[in-house]
């Protein structure tokens, strides 16, 4: 079966752009072929090709069926690193297993300062379609620490951090099951001191992630990984 | 401060080989300067230079510390992907959070059957580096999947499979601390009924990594995080 994702698509019952030319000029499809659309905000569209032009492909829906939310949101806000191989991989890879947001911000010590979304949106398109998922993590651009942290609104807000004359308690310990989280990843080079102030300032709690060194990219999904375990074993 | 890795360190107290050549020509240290080898075995030399040439350097031992085991062990046996790429990045990841031994074998739906160990080696050997562990996972094409499974010795014995009848619990519910354990995950078209049948008759659990569908490469390393997740949370 053919997945497609077309994010207007309970209003349009069609799909346009890349969607509709992949369909048209590489699937080939034909009238009566049944294909899958997710709008990538929870359902699945079962249809039928009724007419498809490399522009647009106008589909009649079958049935609609609705992906039940999890009772969890993860955002994982991180430094991007210098290569942008090690970020593709984790949005491939946190998208698979599951993620609702991931912010890119900009630190001190940040290896990058710019991001270009829109190559990081395809592969998270193509990961849900792969691991069967009908929502769409929505990736976002926050700018500078110092102007997100602030903001951030999630019930349960993290760092990790490892301090020098202390162990925080690991993440799996800190974190309740069925709440909103917000994990702060720093870049290769650390959060700064006045960096971590922020974050205490604006009750993040610092966790730990495990007995080993983590790469960015590992950290983050380590920390994406773990909050799944705290909601499946209770 | 240099990292090396010499696997008979303990009895040489040298450099060979790549690393001798690695000390020598690119980071040109002299007489006098310290580094830090692990032999991979769970301890740290503290090390000063005697003397280096690019085929041995000689190194006067200062301090040795052993890094305490896990009290667990982490076996993930997976069927390699076409794309070595993903392996590569598996064994990179599952070396960084921790893993003890990565086996490859070929089952009827493996989309490769043959593999290069040398450099996946080398990718271990610089994300123990990486991660500060001084312990090296073993590497190992075990073959045919029918004449590995037998031999399977680990006191919990997992399989990754989700039956159409019936949804298997999370591994994290199936594991318990401080065992070892031997996870088997598929190839992208999935085992065959005669091989889960094999696994069921040799004592492997059936378990599931979650409510999505994941890449081989992924479920490996989901699983080898969850067997830890059982271990930080009691």
New interface residues.
């Given amino acids: 079966m053919h997945l497609f994702y077309q994010p207007d698509f309970a209003q349009i019952s069609a799909l346009t752009d890349d969607e509709a030319f992949h369909a048209a000029k590489v699937l080939r499809l034909r009238e009566g072929e049944a294909v899958r659309v997710t709008d990538g905000k929870g359902s699945w569209f079962d249809a039928v090709v009724q007419k498809s032009t490399p522009k647009r492909c106008d589909l009649t829906v079958i049935q609609r069926t609705v992906q039940t939310p999890r009772s969890y949101r993860i955002e994982i806000a991180l430094a991007p690193t210098k290569n942008m191989d090690r970020i593709e991989?984790f949005v491939e890879?946190a998208t698979?297993?599951?993620i609702d947001t991931v912010s890119f911000f900009y630190t001190r010590h940040s290896e990058r300062r710019n991001m270009k979304l829109e190559r990081l949106q395809k592969i998270a398109v193509s990961a849900m379609k792969?691991?069967?998922?009908a929502f769409l993590p929505e990736l976002k651009e926050v700018g500078d620490f110092s102007n997100y942290v602030p903001g951030v609104s999630a019930a349960q807000k993290f760092i990790a951090h490892l301090p020098e004359d202390r162990t925080p308690p690991?993440l799996?310990?800190s974190a309740q099951p069925g709440q909103e989280y917000t994990v702060l990843i720093g870049p290769e080079g650390d959060f700064t001191e006045a960096e971590i102030r922020l974050t205490q300032q604006h009750g993040f709690e610092m966790a730990t992630l495990?007995?080993?060194?983590?790469?960015t990219e590992?950290a983050a999904?380590?920390a994406c990984?773990?909050l799944?375990?705290v909601n499946?074993?209770p």
Same sequence: chains 1, 2.
């Fill in positions: 991989w890879k698979e297993i599951g792969q691991s069967l998922q690991h799996l310990k495990g007995n080993t060194r983590l790469r590992t999904l380590v990984q773990a799944h375990a499946y074993l």
